[in-house]
């Protein structure tokens, strides 16, 4: 009988492996400068003329809101876009440099 010889398959990526997308990293943002204001929801979402069920969606990086949208709920979280998208970058950074961190114990643990 033949002997079957298994292929060697590419492992899975774990969420370390994954890159962020923008737009989980930007509803982080969002949500966290909602917070630390401690706003509902249904206010901001008032003050940026959206449905609080979209600045939800946009919250959970569920969707890819236009340029209009996120200056519209970062005015109402009194930010400008800069530093909305500075904050957004810095996240992305520390991400990258945790996964980073993350790759080089991984490869000292496989050779020790």
């Known amino acids: 009988m033949a002997e079957i010889i298994p292929l060697p398959r590419s492992p899975r990526p774990t969420p370390h492996d994954v890159e962020p997308l923008w737009r989980d990293a930007l509803g982080e943002q969002l949500r966290r400068l909602r917070h630390e204001r401690g706003e509902r929801l249904a206010d901001t979402a008032d003050r940026a003329g959206v449905s ?5 969606e946009m919250e959970r990086g569920l969707k890819e809101p236009s340029s209009e949208m996120i200056a519209a709920v970062a005015g109402a979280l009194d930010v400008t876009l800069i530093e909305l998208t ?6 992305l950074r520390s991400r990258e440099t945790e996964r980073a961190a993350v790759g080089c ?3 000292f ?3 020790a």
Do not use: I, N, T
Not at 52 to 56: K, R, T
Not at 86 to 91: E, G, K, S
């Open 105 to 107: 114990r991984a490869a």
């Open 52 to 56: 609080p069920q979209y600045l939800s």
């Open 109 to 111: 643990a496989l050779a």
């Open 86 to 91: 500075a904050a957004v970058a810095d996240d």
